[in-house]
């Protein structure tokens, strides 16, 4: 099968939009799609700095090579990785060495923190995280250091390599709970809350399969390990529902990402007013979450 724009052999079928694109058209369409995203979301002023939270998987990779193609030869505009090592033996490891050995060839500084800053690490909690995921646990104590971090470096924006499916998982997470304060939550962030860097998602408008193929065909390298508390999620439901809706209706995740958008300016503005924890994090109430799960985590993992 030849592509739509030239003589060359279409590298992959665009299912949602029947188009066939070469490597290089394709390249071209990924790209364009993520710019255009970054401009509709942040409006990056001189002097900026802009923080991208970095695991070494293809989503993340991809994101910090589409920002750096934008932001890296602008002298007026920083660019920095957050990398968070949550304390998974055999699989955080290699994944922050991808991720060292990319910044360090494209010039971008990098900063790690690590759950054992909070005294914890996944290897210990999992065990001992009763009738909740793991991964309930890791997201939570992961955006505190992300967020911490990026504030204590000044970052105007944080951006996330959330991508298409990612989002409609989540909208749909929020839907059945019915919890119309986390869709509220949801990035991207229109307006600046005090001590929460607002987080923006260039991706958010590709789905998964799409992002995988652009880092293969850009040769940009990730790390492709499976977290080992994965199965564990209770996202990995919705995922799956979402699949199976997107198999049958091509075009399914940008209709459920399209109506929570539209909808969305009926939501509470960014959900209700932030307050300051003890522990210097944002929080809806007295505590943040984080800080109630350290307590728990911490008796727990002494034991009796």
């Not at 909070?118 to 991964?135: K, N």
């Not at 839907?175 to 509220?184: I, V």
């Not at 529902?241 to 399914?252: C, Q």
């Amino acid at each position: 099968m030849k592509c739509d724009l030239c003589p060359r052999e279409a590298a992959t079928l665009i299912r949602y939009s029947s188009a066939h694109l070469c490597a290089e058209h394709f390249k071209s369409y990924f790209e364009k799609r993520a710019k255009r995203e970054i401009r509709r979301q942040i409006d990056v002023s001189p002097g900026s700095l802009v923080a991208v939270a970095v695991s070494g998987g293809k989503d993340s990779m991809v994101t910090l090579r589409i920002l750096h193609s934008v932001f890296g030869m602008r002298r007026d505009v920083g660019l920095c990785a957050i990398c968070i090592d949550e304390g998974i033996d055999g699989y955080r490891p290699p994944s922050l060495d991808v991720a060292r050995g990319y910044c360090e060839e494209i010039g971008v500084p990098m900063r790690v923190r690590s759950f054992s800053e909070l005294g914890v690490d996944m290897d210990r909690i999992a065990p001992v995280s009763g009738d909740s995921s793991p991964c309930s646990y890791c997201g939570v104590l992961r955006r505190r250091l992300m967020n911490d971090e990026a504030r204590r470096i000044g970052a105007s924006f944080l951006a996330t390599g959330h991508n298409l499916d990612d989002m409609a998982q989540s909208i749909l997470m929020n839907f059945a709970r019915g919890d119309a304060e986390r869709l509220a939550r949801l990035g991207p962030h229109s307006r600046a809350q005090p001590g929460l860097v607002p987080r923006f998602h260039p991706l958010r408008m590709i789905p998964e399969k799409e992002s995988l193929l652009y880092a293969i065909l850009s040769e940009t390298p990730f790390w492709d390990g499976e977290c080992p508390y994965y199965r564990d999620a209770l996202r990995n439901q919705y995922r799956r529902a979402v699949d199976e809706l997107e198999d049958g209706s091509p075009g399914t995740r940008f209709g459920i990402l399209s109506s929570f958008d539209a909808i969305r300016p009926l939501l509470p503005s960014g959900g209700r007013e932030l307050r300051m924890c003890a522990c210097g994090e944002p929080t809806l109430g007295s505590r943040c979450k984080s800080c109630e799960m350290l307590d728990s985590l911490r008796e727990r993992i002494r034991g009796p």
